[in-house]
């Protein structure tokens, strides 16, 4: 366990289906990150939050909905994906935006997400 | 622009020391990070350079040289429980997100 919790581990859903994803940390964080990781690519930056606000959002399609109700929790709401969307998606916390905490980033282990 | 490099692959022999390189152009810096990450599991934290040397901490050491843009990591000792993946992350600027290199899979062979 790495202090950031990701729940489902796995889910497969089809194109039409509507799900969530859940990410909860309780390290004192104020920053929280998606990424998106797929296979032979580089994790790619979806959603920042910093201190319950969206700062970054990276041309991410209207399909993937973020919200974060509390520096603690952070969901990836999902609907009518595509089968290209099937990847790795991990959740992240760091202290700030700032880069001074050594210790950069705290992953979840992941959700791994596969659209039919 | 950001461009993170590193080699896809690379195989290294039980005991002996592997270097992974990465290089970076990137509009702006503020630190580089090393993170692993075994099959299935988070990535996890290793190492932060943001000025330039070498910064050792116990079988890994990681090195930087932002003139050049570059930095490597080096595993000594190398155990099989090393084989994994190995991330190059740049931190451009303040207020904002790591940019991640593809990854760097590394193989420990007995």
């Known amino acids: 366990e790495t202090g950031v919790t990701q729940t489902p581990r796995h889910l497969v859903m089809g194109m039409t289906n509507k799900k969530s994803l859940k990410c909860e940390q309780h390290?004192?964080?104020?920053?929280m990150y998606w990424y998106k990781q797929s296979a032979k690519k580089p994790l790619e930056l979806m959603f920042v939050?910093?201190?319950?606000?969206?700062?970054e959002n990276n041309s991410v399609p209207s399909r993937f909905s973020p919200e974060c109700p509390n520096s603690s929790h952070l969901f990836l709401h999902l609907h009518t994906l595509q089968p290209e969307d099937s990847a790795l998606y991990l959740c992240?916390?760091?202290?700030?935006?700032?880069?001074?905490?050594?210790?950069?980033?705290?992953f979840g282990s992941g959700t791994r997400l596969t659209v039919v | 622009g950001q461009n993170i490099d590193q080699p896809t692959e690379m195989t290294a022999t039980e005991g002996a020391i592997v270097q992974i390189n990465c290089t970076y152009q990137t509009s702006g810096f503020n630190g580089l990070f090393w993170y692993q990450q075994h099959a299935g599991e988070a990535p996890t934290f290793l190492s932060y350079?943001?000025?330039?040397g070498l910064e050792e901490k116990g079988r890994f050491s990681s090195f930087l040289s932002r003139s050049k843009g570059y930095s490597y990591l080096l595993l000594k000792e190398l155990q099989m429980k090393d084989s994994a993946s190995y991330l190059c992350?740049?931190?451009?600027?303040?207020?904002?997100?790591?940019?991640f290199g593809k990854g760097t899979s590394l193989l420990v062979t007995p």
């Open positions: 390290l004192g964080h104020n920053a």
């Open positions: 350079n943001v000025l330039d």
């Open positions: 939050y910093n201190f319950k606000e969206q700062t």
């Open positions: 992350a740049v931190h451009p600027n303040s207020g904002y997100a790591l940019n």
């Open positions: 992240a916390s760091s202290q700030d935006l700032s880069g001074s905490s050594l210790d950069g980033y705290t």
